[in-house]
T-cell receptor, first 115, second 115 residues
């Protein structure tokens, strides 16, 4: 089955600098890769996602890149701000239209923005 | 404008005393999920409903049951809570299980404390 590894587990960056979080997956059939942000005590919220038919997607300061050959995808946050501090989860899924469908989650990265 | 609602937000129960958590949605999504999340970990899928079709994860303990009486509501029953069941329980919905409509939207969660 699918396995998703996420690195680093903790990332501390200076405010204004960029942050990069990387994930690898094992199942070449996976075709949907969302990123969720979870602030302390709150729900996970989707911040960006990408499908396997594109290599990069950008939304203001956030971008995600996907390398299908190497089976890895990355989250890039530019010009980091204090409100970016949170735990970020990557995930991968295979679009099985049956009971075996599941979104496989990475272990999470705690992002700390230093003022 | 709440889309996925969970009640209660905090639940305290005694060891072995049954407890029910509820989730409702205004999105008219076909799929509803229950996740368990412990501190600093990724959400762990317990089960999901695709319409009325119930799908149990292989490692979900028998102590956990679920009901979905209609499209809008889904319940998580913990028959005999143990200390290890103390966690945040997250409900999520998606329009479909795959394709372009599989994005999951989370409720605020119910934090369960077992005494």
């Amino acid at each position: 089955g699918e396995n998703v590894e996420q690195h680093p587990s903790t990332l501390s960056v200076q405010e204004g600098d960029s942050a990069v979080i990387k994930c690898t997956y094992s199942d070449s059939a996976s075709n949907y890769f969302p990123w969720y942000k979870q602030e302390l005590g709150k729900r996970p919220q989707l911040i960006i996602d990408i499908r396997s038919n594109v290599g990069e997607k950008k939304d203001q300061r956030i971008a995600v890149t996907l390398n299908k050959t190497a089976k890895h995808f990355s989250l890039h946050i530019t010009e980091t701000q204090p409100e970016d501090s949170a735990v970020y989860f990557c995930a991968a899924s295979t679009a099985f239209m049956d009971s075996n469908y599941q979104l496989i989650w990475g272990a999470g990265t705690k992002l700390i923005i230093k003022p | 404008d709440a889309m996925v609602i969970q009640n209660p937000r905090y639940q305290v129960t005694q060891f072995g005393k049954p407890v029910t958590l509820s989730c409702s949605q205004t999105l008219n999504h076909n799929v509803m999920y229950w996740y368990q999340q412990k501190s600093s970990q990724a959400p762990k899928l317990l089960f999901h409903y695709y319409d009325k079709d119930f799908n149990n994860e292989a490692d979900t303990p028998d102590n956990f049951q679920s009901r979905r009486p209609n499209t809008s509501f889904c319940f998580l029953d913990i028959r005999s809570p143990g200390l290890g069941d103390a966690a945040m329980y997250l409900c999520a919905t998606s329009r479909a299980r795959g394709g372009t409509q599989e994005t999951q939207y989370f409720g605020p969660g119910t934090r369960l404390l077992v005494l």
